[in-house]
């Protein structure tokens, strides 16, 4: 019986590199503003995700450091 493998390729990192520098290339001019799109979208997401734990930073402070234990429905 043939049954699935579970093995998979391993790329070497170099070919990764190689890769994506030539989609990159081939279609930076057609897709420049998707590209940009997407990193805007991931810089938001980066900087909301640090906002979040900078505002969280002062609650969990006070709920364990200072044990009020009444803050905890804020979490």
């Known amino acids: 019986m043939n049954q699935p493998s579970n093995h ?5 990192p170099g070919e990764i590199v ?3 520098r030539r989609i990159i290339a081939e ?3 057609e ?14 997401v980066a900087a909301t ?6 505002i ?3 609650v969990v402070d006070q709920i364990f450091y200072e044990q009020r ?4 429905a804020l979490i």
């Open 69 to 72: 234990g009444d803050l905890i």
């Open 49 to 54: 995700t640090a906002f979040t734990a900078w």
């Open 8 to 12: 998979q390729a391993k790329a070497r």
């Open 27 to 29: 279609n930076s001019r």
């Open 31 to 44: 897709y420049r503003w998707f590209y940009a799109l997407a990193v805007l979208c991931l810089v938001i």
């Open 18 to 20: 190689a890769v994506v």
């Open 56 to 58: 969280m930073k002062d």
